[in-house]
């Protein structure tokens, strides 16, 4: 089975730019999770969605910061203007069954904002 | 709102030691979480534990959940140079939110 696909793997951007990042969970999974990774803040919540619906957002940074998904196979996390604070990799996980704790991580976007 | 403190930050040892590294909370949480990172990758999951108490083992590893459900700690016996890596630990509250540490970075020397 596949697992959760990312998309770009690497993206480089000046500031000021739209950036979407693209995320397809594994089939059948209910919840879908964004992370951003840095090294000074480690692994942050931004957002989480079951069956589709937003349920807790208070991770976006600001109002840049936006997340949909429009189906169960699908979601993207885009930031409008990007800043070179923003240079992360942004991890899209989804699970199953939560009562396990366990969530299945993409490969991550690599984003960099010139 | 809800953060976890993982310790220590990185860790630099020698293949074949023991590692110990720990998790502590202001908050209680219903699960604990230990995952690995591999560079390059997402995280994948060690271990959960659902119960205060509860002492589980994956192989090597070994994991517990503090009895005042604030703590865990991941214990690698006879590290091996594929343990390199990040190890994060989670908790998971109410929602289902799951809550990740800022990671603890091992290096396995030569």
């Known amino acids: 089975d596949a697992g959760v696909i990312q998309s770009p793997r690497h993206e480089v951007t000046e500031m000021g730019q739209e950036v979407t990042l693209r995320c397809k969970p594994i089939?059948?999974?209910?919840?879908l999770f964004w992370y951003r990774q840095t090294m000074m803040r480690g692994l942050e919540l931004l957002i989480y969605?079951?069956?589709?619906?937003?349920?807790?957002d208070s991770g976006m940074p600001e109002d840049r910061f936006s997340a949909k998904m429009p189906n169960a196979s699908f979601s993207t996390l885009k930031i409008q203007p990007s800043e070179p604070r923003d240079s992360a990799v942004y991890f899209c996980?989804?699970?199953?069954?939560?009562?396990?704790?366990?969530?299945?991580f993409g490969e991550g976007s690599r984003l960099t904002v010139l | 709102g809800q953060q976890l403190n993982q310790s220590p930050q990185s860790m630099f040892i020698q293949e074949g030691e023991d590692v110990s590294m720990n998790c502590t909370s202001s908050s209680i949480f219903n699960t604990w979480l230990w995952y690995k990172q591999d560079p390059g990758e997402g995280p994948v999951l060690l271990i959960a534990?659902?119960?205060?108490?509860e002492l589980t083992s994956n192989g090597r590893l070994t994991a517990q959940f503090g009895i005042t459900r604030k703590d865990s700690f991941l214990n690698i016996s006879a590290s091996i140079p594929s343990d390199v890596g990040i190890y994060f630990c989670?908790?998971?509250?109410?929602?289902?939110?799951?809550?990740f540490g800022k990671g603890t970075r091992l290096h396995i020397l030569p």
């Open positions: 969605f079951n069956n589709n619906v937003p349920i807790d």
């Open positions: 089939s059948g999974h209910d919840y």
């Open positions: 989670a908790g998971q509250g109410m929602h289902d939110k799951i809550i």
């Open positions: 996980a989804s699970s199953g069954d939560l009562n396990t704790g366990e969530l299945f």
């Open positions: 534990l659902y119960k205060a108490g």
